[in-house]
């Protein structure tokens, strides 16, 4: 059984779309200050981001923005560059034995994946991240108001956008 799970969380922190496991997209570096120990995961693009409040959602107008995931196994790093700076946000992994998603059909698949937490400056955030997808949702204190935010894996011959 132990075997199974470092062979599942060996391929886990595989680069997901080939190429060169430490290459950015866009300048083939790694952010600066990003230890050793963390392996990239993937790259994505903003897709969506949709604010619910009161049972209703409405879409927020957004702007090209790209991602890096890099993890530890204990820690998942996602890295986006703002006016020219790579900015990131540490989640602490709390499930790596795969990602739950719902068919149209209304079935559930298990697909490889890891969940996490972040709870800083009284902010939840909750991050599930697979080979496809990141779906990100935050939870600011005080309010009945949920942000959830969409994010599709870039392939290797996607050209990257300007913000990365």
Known sequence: ?????????????????????????ESG???????????????????????????EMDPVVISPLNYQVFSDGIDLRLYCRVAGEDNYTTYQIY???GIGVTRKSGEIDLVAG?????????MV????VTRN?????????????VIIT???????DEPSSDNR
Not at 150 to 156: E, K, P
Request: hydrophobic share 35%; proline share 7%.
């Open 125 to 128: 955030r909750q991050i599930s």
């Open 114 to 122: 890891v969940q996490a937490l972040n709870t800083s400056a009284e």
């Open 29 to 55: 570096a790694r952010p600066e200050g990003l230890p050793q120990t963390f392996r990239h995961i993937g790259n994505y693009h903003l897709n969506s981001k949709l604010r619910v409040e009161r049972g």
């Open 1 to 25: 059984m132990v075997y199974r799970w470092t062979i599942f969380f060996g391929l886990l922190l595989q680069p997901l779309h080939g190429g060169d496991a430490q290459a950015d997209p």
């Open 150 to 156: 969409r994010a599709i894996a870039m392939s290797d």
């Open 95 to 97: 499930r790596s034995d």
């Open 133 to 145: 997808s990141i779906t990100m949702v935050k939870m600011p204190p005080r309010s009945h108001r």
